[in-house]
């Protein structure tokens, strides 16, 4: 891990390091964080809009000018209404999996031809809204192909369907997020005994399937590991369309599982890595005659998401420093629970939100909950953090704070996009309001306080 801060190397990623540090100041000074407000999550509007600009650029480089492309955001990495507003003006539009996700993109003015459904646990009543809707559907298993003819035959559809298959290339670094193992739990086993003749013969039977998808990539994932699932999702869509004899399927999904880089500010793989390696590996997905879709999350937002927590106390134990802060499990769980696979950069700030300066010193930052694993980092040399300072998690746009896990019944902090007022300060805009008390006790069945004491006396009765 990359400790300090590098703002020295200019271009976007000083630029980047930069706007950060005057958003943390400024969240500060204007009493968004403080004392009161002990944890927030902060969205650089200005990143996640430029993120936006270079995906299209990406793959607009290495695709015939006219080439039908959808760009949809995964929105299980970041499901905010705001920020689905933000990528849709910026022209991508939305991957949903569930109906809340649905409910988002449309309550963000996302339109069904820019949305795309990908659960793996669809229900009838999801299928036949998506469908009503003219949202793109990609069928996850044998089962559900099945609802969908019985659906396609009950009314016509203009959602483009298609079935998501796993190319079974194999994992990554990252177990839980590798998606095209052997065992897989998504899309058609490709590589299974009868299951390839299975998918020809399922096109061959249904001539409105017109998309194949897979999403093979993710964290921990080379690049060329996903060049090849897509590669092996291209070869069988042209041995789809030689068998039907016409360019039935006409739009390959590709999906999104770009990795991010959390050693470091630098943006690395850029998604203009990634479409160049694709262009390199199969020539044919970027020749013209397929529409193509993404599906990136992660690498669209993490780098533009800060999580800033106050230190309420420090402390020694065993010789070792301790920052107790305000940011933990509930703000960064896959790294409190699997700290080797998913470390995060830290950044020291003073009690003015300012850079702080001075020696690393090796110490942990722990988070609020009641575990004695609740750690953003251990044993991390960071400037020494002291009562009343900032300790601020980077990358964490993605994932993390939009992701809340309700430990402790500790509060979802409120969530603030940044970008500079034009007069040498730093304005917000709240994407998401703190959670109160009384909300995290209505959540928690405060309206039903008696009902189990009820039961039981109905029940000995
Ligand atoms: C999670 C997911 C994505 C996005 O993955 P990232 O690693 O965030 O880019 C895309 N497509 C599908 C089907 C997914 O499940």
């Given amino acids: ?17 930069t706007r950060r540090d005057e958003a943390v100041r400024a969240a500060v000074e204007q009493g968004l964080l403080g004392p009161d407000a002990a944890v927030v999550g902060l969205l650089d509007v200005i990143g996640i809009r430029k993120a936006a600009a270079d995906l299209r650029a990406a793959f607009d480089a290495v695709l015939p000018p006219g080439t039908p492309v959808l760009h949809a955001f995964a929105v299980k990495a970041t499901p905010l209404a705001p920020v689905l507003r933000l990528l849709h003006e910026e022209g991508i539009g939305a991957e949903v999996a569930s109906p809340g996700e649905l409910a988002l993109a449309r309550a963000a003015g996302v339109p069904a031809s820019r949305t795309v459904l990908d659960s793996p646990a669809k229900t009838p009543a999801e299928l036949r809204e998506a469908l009503a809707l003219g949202i793109a559907v990609n069928a996850d298993n044998p089962q559900e192909l099945e609802r969908l003819d019985a659906l396609v035959r009950a009314a016509p559809t203009r959602s483009p369907l298609g079935i998501r298959v ?12 590798s998606t095209a193992t052997e065992t897989s739990k998504f899309g058609v086993a490709l590589r299974d005994e009868g299951a390839r003749e299975w998918v020809v013969q399922a096109y061959a039977d249904r001539p409105w399937l017109t998309r194949l998808h897979a999403h093979t990539g993710s964290q921990g994932i080379p690049l060329a590991l996903m060049a090849r699932g897509v590669a092996e999702t291209y070869a069988l869509a042209e041995e789809i369309n030689a068998r039907v004899g016409r360019r039935q399927i006409d739009t390959l999904d590709i999906g ?21 390696v694709l262009a390199e590996a199969v020539p044919g997905l970027c020749d013209g005659r397929y529409g193509l879709v993404t599906e990136f999350g992660r690498s669209l937002l993490a780098k533009h998401g800060t ?23 509930q703000v960064a769980t896959r790294t409190v629970y699997a700290p080797g696979a998913w470390p995060l950069r830290l950044a020291a700030y003073d009690a003015k939100g300012r850079p702080k300066p001075g020696p690393a010193v090796v110490q942990d930052v722990a988070g609020p909950a009641c575990f004695s694993g609740d750690l953003l980092a251990e044993g991390r040399a960071l400037p020494l953090l002291e009562q009343g300072d900032y300790a601020a998690a980077l990358d964490t746009g993605a994932y993390y704070f939009a992701h809340h896990y309700a430990y402790n019944s500790l509060a979802r902090p409120g969530i ?4 500079p007022d034009g007069a040498g300060g730093m304005a917000f805009a709240t994407v998401r309001e703190p959670q109160t008390v009384a909300e995290v006790v209505a959540e928690s069945g405060g309206a039903h306080a008696f009902a189990l004491t009820t039961l039981r006396a109905h029940g000995s009765r």
């Fill in 1 to 17: 891990m990359e400790d300090v801060v590098d703002h020295g190397t200019g271009g976007e990623a000083g630029e980047r390091a």
């Fill in 166 to 177: 796993n190319p079974q290339v194999g994992g990554g670094t990252i177990g839980a997020t």
């Fill in 256 to 276: 999104g599982g770009l990795p991010v880089n959390f050693a470091a500010e630098a943006t690395a793989p850029t998604h203009a890595d990634y479409a160049r």
């Fill in 307 to 329: 999580v800033v927590a106050r230190v309420e106390y420090t402390k020694q134990a065993g010789g070792r420093r301790i920052a107790v802060t305000h940011a933990g499990v």
């Fill in 416 to 419: 603030y996009g940044f970008a």
